[in-house]
């Protein structure tokens, strides 16, 4: 068996900020990022794959409202879940088809991840879900619903949106299956969106709960879990930068996990951007994976073997 490698795709690998999101877009667009998946299959790596869904989250969220005067709108828990196997479905398709002759599966696994109901974020929850609303529905809606909503946009007729909890990712309910799985050579499709978030209630059960875990955070606990030794996430950058933004902006190709935390504390990395891709790669790696890689889908294969991509290890 090759290296084990955990893919984390971001959502611009499903529907671009352009699109409307129509699944014919988002076939398109998955297809592409399965035939830069394959090429690792066919170097030998044995994969484990994980991805976002904000917006077709954000989409099944309004469909939801649109509708409820019809049907029963479903909670936030059971949209992560819907999305999972959405993706998953149009993922497992592409390359099944992709990889037909080489002898490989491709499964999906509806994935609880494990998080903690003390979380502080659950005290002040800052993850914006869903649409905009104006100030009047977005009252009511915080009335009737129980929901709490900011304004995240300073101007405008839309200013507020929901907010959910965004909790630390505990661990992988499913680990041990997607472990097997990958061991007898499938390729699996897990935690999608960062999974479903889950917690023991007071009789030790699970219990869905209304959040959204970091996919990449969730990425980077599912890798462990199952033993993997590289974290690949692929974003739509190349490299993450010194000085984003500045005439002195420069690439990084190598961190420590010592160099990562002190550039975070000094603030180089974007809180909603490339801080917690940094932050859930220096995390895999302190936990005993050998390397996290952060680039873009089309160098996915070069930065496995070193030529690209901002690399970090724990020397």
């Known amino acids: 068996m090759g290296k084990r490698v955990l893919v984390a795709l ?6 671009q900020p352009d699109e ?12 592409t990022a399965c035939v830069q998946i394959a090429q690792l299959v066919r170097r030998g790596y044995d994969l484990v794959i994980t991805h976002g869904n904000g917006p077709q989250v954000g989409n099944l969220s309004i469909q939801q409202e649109a509708a409820v005067d019809q049907v029963p709108s ?10 999972q196997g959405q993706i998953g479905y149009m993922m497992q398709q592409h390359l099944h088809n992709i990889l037909d002759g080489d002898g490989k599966q491709v499964v999906t696994v509806v994935t609880q991840v494990l998080v903690s109901k003390d979380d502080p974020d659950f005290k002040d ?26 304004k995240v946009r300073p101007t405008g007729d ?35 969106g960062g999974g479903i978030p889950v917690f023991r209630n007071a009789r030790g059960k699970l219990e869905g709960v209304d959040a959204v875990i970091d996919k990449d955070r969730a ?12 974290l690949l996430i692929l974003t739509d950058v190349e490299h993450a930068m010194m000085d984003y933004g500045k005439p002195t902006q420069a690439p990084i190709r190598h961190l420590t996990v010592a160099e990562a935390k002190k550039r975070l504390s000094e603030g180089h990395f974007g809180a909603g951007s490339m801080g917690p891709k940094v932050e859930a790669a ?23 073997e070193g030529k690209t991509g901002t690399h970090i290890s724990l020397r």
């Open 10 to 15: 971001g959502g611009n690998a499903i529907k």
């Open 20 to 31: 409307k999101g129509t699944f014919e877009e988002q076939m398109k667009n998955v297809e």
């Open 74 to 83: 479903q909670p936030l828990v059971v949209l992560g879940a819907m999305t």
């Open 125 to 150: 929850p800052t993850k914006p879900v869903g649409p905009f609303y104006t100030d009047e529905v977005a009252h009511k809606l915080a009335v009737e619903r129980g929901w709490v909503v900011k």
């Open 158 to 192: 839309r200013t507020w949106r929901r907010v959910v909890p965004s909790p630390a990712p505990l661990g992988i309910a499913e680990a041990k299956a997607i472990r097997r799985m990958v061991e007898d050579g499938m390729i699996v499709i897990a935690s999608g």
């Open 219 to 230: 990425g980077a606990k599912l890798a462990e879990e199952v033993g993997t030794e590289i």
């Open 282 to 304: 220096l995390g895999f790696v302190e936990r005993g994976g050998e390397r996290a890689i952060i680039t873009s889908l089309a160098k996915a294969v070069d930065a496995v």
